[in-house]
Structure formats: structure tokens, C-alpha cells
């Protein structure tokens, strides 16, 4: 079960305010491009793809064909990206093998059962496929603006997996070869708008802090941002597990 609900208000929640604007991932585009190095006709899957922005960039980016799996109704509802298959990472549904590589964007603190989910991916990809992790992990945060603001969140954070026991899940499964680099992204084109959009319901560590550190934190964003200039940047980490 993942940390937090994915009902219809999350998922509303996300689809209205982390979906980003194309033009704020050109590092994200290059940096995925270096590993998966994606050929005409190569096959992607999206595990845990929401509402499948990632999906449909990577389609248009890249040509590939990509096939998401996403276990929650109400996100898969909010997905216009197909093929879709209601799926858990843990369980894929999923009968042929030798995809050219997985993308589990934001979603492997979800995952109960991470050594399962490694040996899934073993199961579904071609030997040598990567699969292409992009997630915040516990003493990584320093460059993500939403833990400033809320300092609090970072105590959620720690109870992420870190970035070695996803790396020992893989390893034990299969991919022993892994590399980490934070890659940046324009996360919104100022503090102002970024606290406009900001919806703790998007957010798991937002949804996990208590109301009165939410509404402090807000407060210091709002304050901020009256005389704050220029976009806010965040580097997430992309680990590449083979
Ligand atoms: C923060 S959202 C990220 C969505 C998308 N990957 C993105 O980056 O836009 C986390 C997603 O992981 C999904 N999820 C949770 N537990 C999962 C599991 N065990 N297997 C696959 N996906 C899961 C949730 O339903 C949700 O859609």
C-alpha cells in the first residue's frame, strides 16, 4: 500500500500541480537519453506513471513506445497516455519480457516490498536494460526547494529507502552495476508561482507533516516570495541500476 492514498482528491491534487512544464526538463531529457541511449522501436515501461507525463514526454522525446502500469484508479483515470495497465511494481502484470528499460519516477518510497519489485524488473527487462530511478532519498535534499520551506518534511524524507538499500534490493536481484547523479529541473517559473501551486495533497512529505508546520511553512514561502526573483530550480537524483 503506498504511504499515502491516491484517491481522487490526490490525484487531482497531482495532476493540477506536479505535472511540469516540458521546457523546465531539458536536463531531464539529456540525462535519460545518455543511459537509456533510446533506438525507434525500443520499448519503455513507466511503473508507477500517474497521470503519465513522463509517458508521453518520453514517447515524444524519444519515439519509443512506452507502456505504463499504474496501480491507483483514480490516477490511471486522470492518464491519457496509452497503453496503460492497472499494475503494482511488486506483481507486474505483465507475461513477455525484454523491455529496454523502467522508469519509476517519485514513487519507489511507495513500495512495501522493494526486493520484490527488483526481482520483478529483472524479470520484464532484456539483460543490460536500465532501470532509471528519479526520486528524492533520506540526506539527499539539500537542493529540493519544498524542504526548505518545510524543514520538517525532511523527517519524512528519512523514512524514504535510502539510496543503499535500493541499491543492495537491485543488486541481490540482478543489477549490480548502479550510478547516482542529481539532475536539475525548473520546477516553476518563480517562488510566486510556486507557492501558488503548491498542494500538500501532491505531496507525500507535505501530507505527512502536522497542519501547523504546513501552515508555517507557508507562511515563510509566501513571505519569500514577494521579493524573491527568478525560477525555482530542484535537482531530484537519478539512479541507473544494470
Ligand atoms: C508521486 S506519484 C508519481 C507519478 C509519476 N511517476 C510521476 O512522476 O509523475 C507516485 C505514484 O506511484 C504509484 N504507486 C504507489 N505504490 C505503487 C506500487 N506498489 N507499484 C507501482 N506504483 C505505485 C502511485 O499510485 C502514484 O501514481
Do not use: N
Not at 71 to 99: E, I, V, Y
Not at 205 to 211: A, K, S, V, Y
Amino acid at each position: 500500500m503506498a504511504l499515502i492514498s491516491y484517491d481522487d482528491t490526490d490525484a487531482a491534487a497531482f495532476a493540477a500541480s506536479r505535472e511540469l512544464a516540458r521546457s523546465g526538463l531539458k536536463r531531464w531529457r539529456y540525462a535519460v537519453q545518455q543511459h537509456l541511449r533510446p533506438r525507434t522501436g525500443s520499448t519503455l515501461l513507466d511503473v508507477g506513471a500517474g497521470t503519465g507525463a513522463w509517458a508521453h514526454a518520453f514517447t515524444d522525446w524519444y519515439g519509443v513506445r512506452v507502456l505504463a502500469v499504474e496501480p491507483a484508479a483514480a490516477m490511471r483515470d486522470r492518464c491519457a497516455h496509452r497503453p496503460l495497465l492497472a499494475g503494482d511494481a511488486t506483481a507486474l502484470p505483465l507475461a513477455t519480457s525484454g523491455f529496454d528499460g523502467a522508469w519509476l519516477s517519485t514513487m519507489v518510497h511507495h513500495v512495501a516490498d522493494l526486493d520484490a519489485m527488483a526481482r520483478e524488473l529483472r524479470r520484464v527487462l532484456r539483460p543490460g536494460a536500465p532501470v532509471l530511478i528519479r526520486s528524492p532519498f533520506p540526506g539527499r535534499h539539500q537542493r529540493i526547494t519544498l524542504f526548505h520551506w518545510f524543514p520538517e518534511a525532511v523527517r519524512v524524507l528519512e523514512t524514504y529507502p535510502s539510496l543503499a538499500r535500493v541499491r543492495a534490493a537491485f543488486a541481490d536481484a540482478g543489477f549490480p552495476v548502479s550510478t547516482v547523479e542529481p539532475v536539475a529541473q525548473i520546477t516553476a517559473g518563480s517562488l510566486a508561482e510556486c507557492a501558488d501551486r503548491m498542494d500538500r495533497r501532491a505531496h507525500t512529505p507535505l501530507q505527512l507533516i502536522t497542519d501547523a508546520e504546513y501552515a508555517a511553512g507557508m507562511a515563510r514561502l509566501r513571505a519569500a516570495a514577494d521579493s524573491a526573483h527568478g525560477p525555482v530550480v530542484d535537482h531530484l537524483d537519478l539512479l541507473v541500476l544494470r
